[in-house]
């Protein structure tokens, strides 16, 4: 198999999980502050059918990885939700906001202990055949929980950060950071355009992504 076939065939499926469990991770938690909307509207599960957005899944990380961008970058369709039915609106929205993150964050401690396990414990005990195919899966995993956790950080609107960010702030100030949510996806494709992002979030990446897999 080719190389450029083999990463697409591996980051693929380590991109949809994460994106999924992030959007799920957002439904779950409304749901635990009294906002049903994601349940109602079938969205409240881990079935990678209902979260799939068929540019930010599939076409634009498939195009970026032929194109040897080494950030894999992509995301699932916005899992609805209605912040009026929280049974606490600030808090309910910091909670919700920063569960994606906490999620991604999580997948990457979770495969960043099996890569351990098989790396330090089984790569001598199972075929080569079997530990090498995983390590280089929970190793693409980890690397793209990260770029998903840390981007999603950044306090730019519509990104998770900003929703944080928002919830620290009186409701009555909340306005401003809707009305400047409207242009928070051009900001962000400019800033990416000029490698703005890059730099900021590409040093915490790596520096944890070592850090995890003992490198």
Same mark, same amino acid.
């Given at each position: 198999?080719?190389?450029?076939?083999?990463?697409?065939?591996?980051?693929?499926?380590?991109?949809?999980?994460?994106?999924?469990?992030?959007?799920?991770?957002?439904?779950?938690?409304?749901?635990?502050?009294?906002?049903?909307?994601?349940?109602?509207?079938?969205?409240?599960?881990?079935?990678?059918?209902?979260?799939?957005?068929?540019?930010?899944?599939?076409?634009?990380?498939?195009?970026?990885?032929?194109?040897?961008?080494?950030?894999?970058?992509?995301?699932?369709?916005?899992?609805?939700?209605?912040?009026?039915?929280?049974?606490?609106?600030?808090?309910?929205?910091?909670?919700?906001?920063?569960?994606?993150?906490?999620?991604?964050?999580?997948?990457?401690?979770?495969?960043?202990?099996?890569?351990?396990?098989?790396?330090?414990?089984?790569?001598? !005990? =199972?075929?080569?055949?079997?530990?090498?195919?995983?390590? &280089?899966?929970?190793?693409?995993?980890? /690397?793209? *929980? %990260?770029? $998903?956790?840390?981007?999603?950080?950044?306090?730019?609107?519509?990104?998770?950060?900003?929703?944080?960010?928002?919830?620290?702030?009186?409701?009555?100030?909340?306005?401003?950071?809707?009305?400047?949510?409207?242009?928070?996806?051009?900001?962000?494709? !400019? =800033?990416?355009?000029?490698?703005?992002?890059?730099?900021? &979030?590409?040093?915490?990446?790596?520096? /944890?992504? *070592? %850090?995890? $897999?003992?490198?």
């Amino acid at each position: 198999m080719e190389p450029d076939l083999r990463n697409l065939v591996i980051s693929l499926p380590a991109l949809m999980m994460a994106v999924v469990f992030h959007e799920y991770a957002h439904g779950w938690m409304a749901y635990r502050m009294g906002d049903a909307t994601a349940k109602e509207e079938g969205r409240l599960t881990i079935n990678p059918l209902p979260h799939i957005d068929p540019f930010g899944t599939i076409i634009l990380p498939g195009l970026l990885m032929l194109m040897g961008i080494p950030i894999l970058f992509g995301w699932a369709k916005p899992v609805p939700i209605n912040p009026l039915r929280f049974r606490n609106l600030r808090l309910g929205t910091f909670l919700v906001s920063i569960a994606g993150i906490s999620m991604n964050f999580l997948l990457a401690i979770i495969f960043s202990i099996l890569y351990n396990i098989l790396d330090k414990k089984l790569y001598d !005990v =199972l075929p080569l055949s079997i530990t090498e195919p995983l390590l &280089i899966f929970s190793a693409k995993v980890v /690397l793209v *929980n %990260l770029v $998903l956790a840390v981007f999603n950080a950044l306090p730019i609107p519509p990104l998770d950060g900003s929703r944080v960010l928002m919830s620290l702030f009186s409701v009555r100030y909340w306005d401003l950071f809707y009305r400047f949510e409207v242009y928070g996806f051009w900001i962000i494709m !400019v =800033l990416l355009m000029f490698g703005i992002i890059q730099r900021i &979030i590409v040093p915490p990446i790596f520096f /944890l992504y *070592n %850090l995890l $897999l003992g490198l």
